[in-house]
């Protein structure tokens, strides 16, 4: 029998997908297709108190940057798996990355790079660090891409940092 806290992350990290891995059709129309509920539901899933709950919550945000197309919810997804600070293995900074790579083919985002940015300091500052080195490629690429200056120059920055803690151990 799952706990009260258990079933609303489940239904949280439900929420989070809804429109794009659960996908509800009538008459050929995506009728589940609600944004501001699945960025709503990253913000939320970033506030988990348990250690078993952060690594869903990592695992359900991951699925969300790979699959959600829109840009704020990638956003909110990044944002949150910053909020979470766990970074093991480098799956949640490779999917950032990864993320980041992507879009910036697409259609660069000014909004989610920044979050990118913010939610990757925000790991390499955790017990877990970062060590990917596709995270460095991704704000190489910031740096390079078609965005307002300030987001390359927060790049840039994280980019140092980055550097800084590697070669410090």
Known sequence: IM????QLQQCLEELASQGTSVIIRESGRVTNYYPDVRWEACETLAKVKS???KKRAVKALVKVLRQDDDPIVKAKAALA???IGKNEDNIPARAIASAVQ???????????????????????????GITDAS??????????????RTVKVRARETLDNLRRKQSEQ
């Open 51 to 53: 250690n078993e709950g």
């Open 102 to 128: 992507e879009q910036d083919y697409i259609a660069p985002n000014d909004n989610f790079a920044m979050s990118s940015i913010i939610a990757l300091e925000k790991m390499s500052e955790s017990e877990d």
């Open 81 to 83: 798996l910053g909020e």
């Open 3 to 6: 706990s009260e806290a258990e």
């Open 135 to 148: 995270v460095l490629t991704a704000l190489v690429r910031i740096m390079q891409g078609n965005y307002r």
